[in-house]
Structure formats: structure tokens, C-alpha cells
């Protein structure tokens, strides 16, 4: 009787455990992401090829989240690059300026039903909260002095690029150049966060490796998408040099989490946690 009683208060303390509701909540979130998917592909698709657009911006939404689940449970911040969350805040404030107001740049899949804008407000939200957490109720644990790229210094290049090249499917200066100027921020806005985790360098946290992993296959999606579709980004006569950087800038985002990525896929196929060379 001794032994069970032994035995079941084990089992209490493992479910209990923190990392068991870590796996708990992140299993909750999986599941809550891909039934919403479902809901949406058989309420809100068209079945078109557009749906991949939309697929990835729910992927960064879930990226996000998982961020902030990991937050709130461990009541830290530890790895986390406020940069990153700073240069995600530009790009949705200028995305959305574009998105919500003009159909030009949306999927196909996503007109009329604001499916694509909504998981762009909700990752918007979801940084905002990040971004309260590194510089106020946890800011104790924030490691600036890893956080050091100053990334801030591309922005006024990104600018620049955007007002000399960008699309004309919005038939607005303001909001093309916006959108542009959303997507090639979109382009740096990861490189932060993998400098401050190469930095500090050795195992990584799950739910961080989860953030990262979800917003490099966003940005697959991204690529798969305007891979065939860039050519209607500018489409008058000439070299559509705005579409052709379009799908370079996508590229650079995903080329440069390669190294991550295979770090990230051998500790999944391994089962192991994952591990990063610390950067010389």
C-alpha cells in the first residue's frame, strides 16, 4: 500500500512538473493550430494554390505564441532579442497599413474573409506582449549584453529600396511602397535573434527553437507562394526588378536560418534537445 501510494505521488509530481506542462501546452497549441487550419481551409478556401500565403502567416501566429506561452511559464525572457520583436513591430504596422485597406497583395485564397489580415493582428498583439515582458515584468532576465546587432541601421537601407523598387498591384505609391518596405524588413528582422542565440551558443530553449523553426517555414510558405507569383508584382513591360527582389528578399530569410534549421532537424530526428556552437 506504502509502494502504490509512493508510486502514485511520483506520477503527481512528474505530471505536475514543469517541463510536463510545458509539453502539455505546447501539445495544446499544435492541436488548437491544426484544427483551426482544418476550420479554415473547408469554411474560408477556395482550395486555391493561394491558401500556402495564408497557411504561413497562421505558422508565424503560432510561432509567436509559442514565444509567449514559454514566457509566461518560465517567467523569463533568457534568449529572447528584443531587436527582433522591434523590427517585427515595423513590419506589421506597415503590412497591415497595406493589407487592410487594399486586396492587392493578399491570397487569393484570404479576399474578403480577412483571414490573413486577422493572423497578422494577432501576431501583432502577441509581440506587443513580448515585447512588455523583455523590457518591463521580466526585464531582470533579459541578456542584453548578447542582443548586440544593430540591426536598426538596415532599416533606413530597406527604405530606400522599397521607394526605388516596389509593386504596383495596391495603384497606390503610399501602399506599395509600405508593403514593400514591410517585406524587406520582414528580411532582417530574424538575423537579431539568430545572432543573440549563436552568441550565447549551446542548448537551446524548446519553445525558442519552436519560434524560430515556425516563422522559417512561414517564410517557406512565403517563398512558395510568390515563387509563382512575383511576376504580378510589377507586371508593365521591362525587368520586373521589383518582383525579382521580392523572392531574393524571401530567400536571404530562409538561406539565412539554414544552419539553424539543420541544428533544429537533427535534434528532432535524435529526440535530443537542441544545441548551437557557440559563436568565436
Known sequence: MMTMTRSSGNNLQTLCSPKHRESASTAAAYFTFIFCAVVVFQQFSHGDYSAVLTLGAGVQTLGFFLLLL??????????????????????????????LFFDGYLPLDSSGDFVYQIADIASFMLVLQLLY??????????????DTLEIWRAVPACGILALAFHGNLNNSLFFDVSWTFSTY????????????????????????????????????????????????????????MAGWLLITAIAVQVLASADFMFYYARAAVQGSKMVLPVAV
Open 70 to 99: 514559454k514566457t509566461k511559464q518560465h517567467k523569463s525572457v533568457a534568449g529572447l532579442s528584443s531587436k527582433t520583436l522591434e523590427m517585427y513591430v515595423l513590419v506589421f504596422i506597415f503590412r497591415l497599413a497595406s493589407t
Open 185 to 240: 524588413v520582414d528580411t532582417i528582422a530574424m538575423f537579431p535573434q539568430l545572432w543573440m542565440l549563436t552568441k550565447i551558443g549551446g542548448e537551446v530553449d524548446g519553445m525558442t527553437s519552436h519560434f524560430v523553426a515556425s516563422l522559417v517555414i512561414s517564410r517557406m510558405c512565403a517563398f512558395a507562394f510568390w515563387f509563382y507569383g512575383y511576376e504580378e508584382i510589377a507586371p508593365e513591360e521591362g525587368v520586373n
Open 133 to 146: 515582458c523583455v523590457h518591463k515584468t521580466h526585464r531582470h532576465t533579459y541578456l542584453v549584453e548578447h
